[in-house]
């Protein structure tokens, strides 16, 4: 399984922007999927998580009511809604899929800048 992000730049503080990530490979094999980010000096961290079939989510509680996560499997591609960003939320944002055969087996993508500027 291979993941591309994409979609992230500069923006200013209270604006949005919409995060791609495109999965290729064996795309059968993939399970829940999440998007994570790590800040300049920091751990990453988790923003949201969506299992396979959408129906279930989770937020961070630093992003809950600006941002939505949102998968389109027929697609083959996850999304992430940023809206009213802060200063804070610059990071390189990278998405991750765990794999639904192999338990521990996940899967990462080179991750995409988000910078907002204040």
């Known amino acids: 399984v291979q993941l591309v992000e994409s979609g992230g730049g500069l923006v200013q503080a209270g604006g949005s922007l919409r995060l791609s990530c495109a999965a290729s490979?064996?795309?059968?094999?993939?399970?829940?999927m999440g998007w994570y980010r790590q800040a300049l000096g920091k751990q990453r961290e988790l923003v949201a998580t969506?299992?396979?079939?959408?129906?279930?989510?989770k937020y961070a509680d630093s992003v809950k009511g600006r941002f939505t996560i949102s998968r389109d499997n027929a697609k083959n591609t996850m999304y992430l809604q940023m809206n009213s960003l802060k200063p804070e939320d610059t990071a390189v944002y990278y998405c991750?899929?765990?794999?639904?055969?192999?338990?521990?087996?996940?899967?990462w993508g080179q991750g995409t800048q988000v910078t907002v500027s204040s």
């Open positions: 969506i299992t396979r079939g959408g129906g279930s989510t």
């Open positions: 991750k899929a765990e794999s639904r055969y192999y338990t521990g087996t996940t899967y």
């Open positions: 490979g064996s795309t059968f094999s993939i399970n829940a």
